[in-house]
């Protein structure tokens, strides 16, 4: 397998991103990068060394990384993948080495160094595939280091330990002991991320369970720190009863408002439940931990919130008409108790409903029966119908040749005796006339007889219809079905 050490300096893929033209846009697009270096580039093994800032994996065990190359211009990371079929190959050289395991290494904020190719995907992106990580050891980057200085902020706030790991993991539903019927959502203006939010709680809000009331803030740029924490100091507990901060997916730029310490702090302590649904599932941030609740995506959050009102009318006791059962029935008059008389009707009643069932069950399978019966009979006689124009078909062949063979005779003596030429082109008309009566047989066969013949049992009428040998006699049998 090509490792980090074996490639050749020209080939390293820093020094080409560092040389394209215009390479701060995130994602890394395959049309801007020149034709040349493309074609150099793709599917050529190259090194790349960087921070890793997300990571993820798919449905296929795939795992994708954002990785911020280290001494180039570009200030957005670039994605790399580690297939699956790679996934089991990188433990085993680094089980044999002095590296750390794959979980332990792939952290964000740490700086690593992968070899693989560059690649492109279906949206013409491009994704570095990495087939191996360098030998030597791994070291803390930058955000790394930023983020345990978050880890250490939060653990003073006093922010659950199971939060507080490498590897977050996202609620899947709300607290049971929250109330909701007022929620007060803090989102951007012309938002996706609220629209999909509302249409996940549509029918919350058709029916009236939840009322909502929109706050439109800054998420990203100077100032939306201070924006949407002086936005949440204002709400109290009048207003609301949850409050969620729901955004759309971005780079990793466009969070870092959320990381904001004032941010993180007023989230924690702020008088209601402070619900999260930022970007995506890579997208974790400070204020995601603080939050009493955290959603992968804006639309998980509305999910979450629509379950967990769902779950709370399901929870609420239902109010019966009057007392008891037990009750109403000690309460009624010995009159109107059931004695022996009313127990034997309900048995009278109970055996004449199974009675009804039952029949209604034979009758049904009677029907059934006698449909399979005409089905058989009807198969019966098409196998005798088809079996008579055969026999005809053939008897009609074998008589045709009979006569027209004559014909062919007379027809060679009209043509060789010229004394015997009008005896012998009579007959050889007359014959090829017969000849044609008796090949049109089958058709004459299937007309309609003018006089049917008449029989005085099924048994009769089918050994006729076994025996029929000619189309007229064919004809008067079986027009006595049609008629």
Request: hydrophobic share 40%.
């Amino acid at each position: 397998m090509t490792t980090a050490a074996n490639i050749a300096p020209e080939a390293r893929l820093p020094h080409f991103l560092s040389a394209a033209t215009e390479l701060d846009a995130a994602p890394l697009h395959i049309d801007e990068i020149s034709a040349e270096a493309t074609r150099s580039l793709k599917d050529a093994h190259s090194c790349l060394r960087g921070e890793i800032r997300s990571i993820s994996e798919d449905s296929y065990k795939n795992l994708y990384a954002e990785l911020l190359p280290i001494g180039t211009s570009r200030s957005e990371p670039l994605s790399i993948r580690i297939a699956r079929r790679n996934r089991g190959q990188l433990k085993t050289e680094l089980s044999g080495s002095n590296m750390p395991d794959l979980e332990e290494l792939l952290v964000c904020g740490r700086c690593v160094t992968v070899a693989g190719v560059l690649a492109v995907n279906t949206r013409h992106n491009a994704y570095f595939d990495v087939h191996s990580i360098s030998s030597h050891s791994a070291y803390p980057g930058p955000a790394l280091r930023a983020l345990k200085g978050q880890i250490e902020f939060l653990r003073e706030l006093g922010v659950d330990e199971r939060k507080l790991s490498t590897r977050f993991e996202y609620d899947e539903q709300m607290p049971a002991d929250i109330p909701i019927r007022n929620v007060t959502i803090l989102a951007a203006r012309d938002s996706h991320a609220y629209d999909d939010f509302v249409h996940t709680i549509g029918h919350l809000l058709r029916t009236r369970r939840v009322v909502i009331t929109r706050r439109t803030v800054r998420m990203e740029g100077d100032g939306a720190a201070e924006e949407i924490t002086a936005a949440l100091a204002a709400i109290t507990v009048d207003d609301a009863d949850v409050v969620a901060v729901i955004r759309g997916g971005g780079g990793i730029n466009a969070f870092l408002p959320f990381d904001d310490p004032m941010l993180v702090e007023e989230v924690f302590r702020h008088p209601l439940p402070v619900i999260t649904g930022l970007g995506h599932a890579r997208n974790v941030t400070s204020a995601d931990k603080a939050a009493v609740a955290a959603f992968s995506t804006p639309t998980a959050a509305g999910v979450a919130l629509r379950r967990a009102v769902y779950r709370a009318k399901n929870r609420e006791p239902t109010v019966r008409n009057g007392p008891p059962r037990t009750a109403r029935d000690d309460a009624r008059p010995k009159s109107f108790r059931r004695g022996p008389a009313d127990q034997e009707a309900a048995l009278l009643r109970q055996l004449n409903s199974d009675t009804m069932a039952q029949n209604g069950r034979l009758r049904l399978e009677k029907r059934s029966a006698e449909n399979d019966a005409a089905s058989i009979h009807a198969r019966y006689r098409h196998v005798l119908h088809m079996m008579g124009l055969r026999r005809i078909r053939t008897l009609a062949r074998i008589r045709g040749w009979a006569w027209a063979a004559p014909a062919l005779v007379a027809t060679g003596i009209a043509l060789g005796v010229p004394e015997a030429a009008i005896t012998a082109a009579i007959t050889a008309v007359c014959c090829a006339i017969v000849a044609v009566f008796v090949w049109r047989g089958p058709l004459r066969a299937v007309r309609p007889a003018r006089r049917p013949e008449t029989f005085t049992s099924h048994e009769q009428w089918e050994a006729a219809a076994m025996e029929v040998s000619t189309p007229r006699r064919f004809r008067r049998v079986w027009s006595v079905l049609t008629d």
